[in-house]
């Protein structure tokens, strides 16, 4: 799972996009200070960076600058300004992309995939997600637990990859939907309920404690403990 750091002063700004992006398989880590977001990015493994303009203290280009003098990884700027000289600033800085607010979900999940498949293909190579004693294998679409392995079908094993990747959180029915079927489906809501229950039943038989971490949240949706 591709992680994206999301740098903008405003809260409200980033939990939007963090909910844009979710659906569409990343992992956000939200940063409201572009400080610490450079010393994110020496600490972890980043594949893109969503990076706000006019922020306190330190502005969009300046960390822009700082981060070009260590990390080559992608960066879309983000303004309320539409000014040409603010486009042109921002890929001198070193800016691979740059949106202008507000954009709508379509638009930055295109440029956000635009920018990532130009990444090495060791980038996108298959990969294991562990969390305990579980790990989901991203090239053979199963689960293990312990000695124990359950095949998953190709919608189980995305609704299984968008919870276990954010333990924890609860999804909402629409979001797991999203993870799992294309975003504009017209795919009935209910069908992410038989698909948990399918899941459940088939771990379960294979000795897995799902009940102890594939959780209900009532009224909202799903979580892994």
Known sequence: MRTILLVDDEQRMLDLIELFLIPHGFRCIKETSGQKAIEILNQKKISLVLLDIMMPEIDGWEVCRKIREFSEVPIIMLTARSDKIDLVKGLDTGADDYITKPFDEG???????????????????????????????????????????????????????????????????????????????????????????????????????????????????????
């Open 107 to 225: 638009e930055l999940v295109a440029r956000v995939n635009a920018l990532l498949r130009r990444l090495p293909d060791d980038e996108s190579k298959a990969e294991k997600i562990i969390y305990g004693n579980f790990e989901l294998d991203k090239e053979t679409y199963s689960l293990h637990y312990n000695d124990s392995k359950v095949q998953l079908t190709l919608k189980e094993f995305y609704i299984v990859e968008a919870l276990i990747s954010r333990p924890r959180k609860t999804f909402t029915r629409e979001q797991l939907l999203h993870a799992a079927w294309e975003y504009d489906t017209y795919t009935d809501i209910r069908t992410v309920d038989s698909h948990i229950r399918n899941l459940r039943e088939k771990l379960k038989t294979a000795g897995f404690p799902i009940e102890e971490f594939l959780l209900t949240v009532w009224g909202i949706g799903y979580k892994w403990n």
